[in-house]
Nanobody
Framework: QVQLVESGGGLVQAGGSLRLSCAAS????????MGWFRQAPGKEREFVAA????????YYADSVKGRFTISRDNAKYTVYLQMDSLKPEDTGVYYC???????????????????WGQGTQVTVSS
């Protein structure tokens, strides 16, 4: 089992940047593919980005491609989401999640992820 704790959220103006972190407990972090999801007010949670266990494969939602960068540091048991050129529509609660699947690629569907953090609020003002 792994516990996930997100941090780095906050209030930023449109065009600004934030860096989210997700710290994982346990030395098994490197065994998990990791993903970021977000949920805007009144909307369903949606996929944002994912990274494979080794960090060799990345995948992004079209809405954030070119603006967000996912990365991980397995030595620090941490996954990051660098968010640049933020837009008001990026506002929401951001969650990190861990996928224990044995495949070598990332998943975009929530059902594949076994563990979730509590989320961190990101608010982008216009």
């Amino acid at each position: 089992q792994v516990q996930l704790v997100e941090s780095g959220g906050g209030l930023v103006q449109a065009g600004g940047s934030l860096r989210l972190s997700c710290a994982a407990s346990g030395r098994t972090f490197r065994n998990y593919h990791m993903g970021w999801f977000r949920q805007a007010p009144g909307k369903e949670r949606e996929f944002v980005a994912a990274i494979t266990r080794s960090g060799g494969r990345l995948y992004y939602a079209d809405s954030v491609k070119g603006r967000f960068t996912i990365s991980r540091d397995n030595a620090k048991y941490t996954v990051y989401l660098q968010m640049d050129s933020l837009k008001p529509e990026d506002t929401g609660v951001y969650y990190c999640a861990a996928d224990s699947g044995s495949y070598s690629y990332t998943q975009t569907r929530e059902s594949y992820y076994d563990y979730w953090g509590q989320g961190t609020q990101v608010t982008v003002s216009s």
